[in-house]
């Protein structure tokens, strides 16, 4: 028996809900030849009011969207990523005088 990733809810914002769930379609075509989308639709996220603020999984951003996604923490960018150590603090060292 394999081992499976853990699941846990974490908050998404807005705009990277709006990333991955958001379905366009070709529209038209302006002169220089380039096809012009159209938002053809968004999957609606379910809500969470939790009543506090909190920060998006992938990008950092602050959110009150309540907006959380099943997601593998292993996985999320912002998390363990490059902008992860903007949120790091070592708290052996302190600074006495």
């Not at 699941?7 to 070709?26: F, G, N, R, S």
Request: net charge negative; with cysteine.
């Amino acid at each position: 028996m394999s081992a499976e990733p853990v699941l846990i809810p974490l908050a998404i914002c807005e705009m990277c809900w709006l990333e991955e769930h958001a379905k366009w379609e070709p529209e038209s075509m302006n002169e220089s030849g380039n096809i012009l989308m159209r938002l053809a639709g968004v999957d609606m996220p379910e809500i969470v009011e939790i009543g506090s603020v909190d920060i998006c999984c992938q990008c950092g951003s602050i959110t009150i969207a309540g907006i959380y996604n099943m997601m593998n923490p292993a996985e999320v960018y912002f998390i363990n990523g490059d902008r992860a150590h903007d949120f790091e603090f070592n708290f052996s060292e302190t600074d006495e005088d």
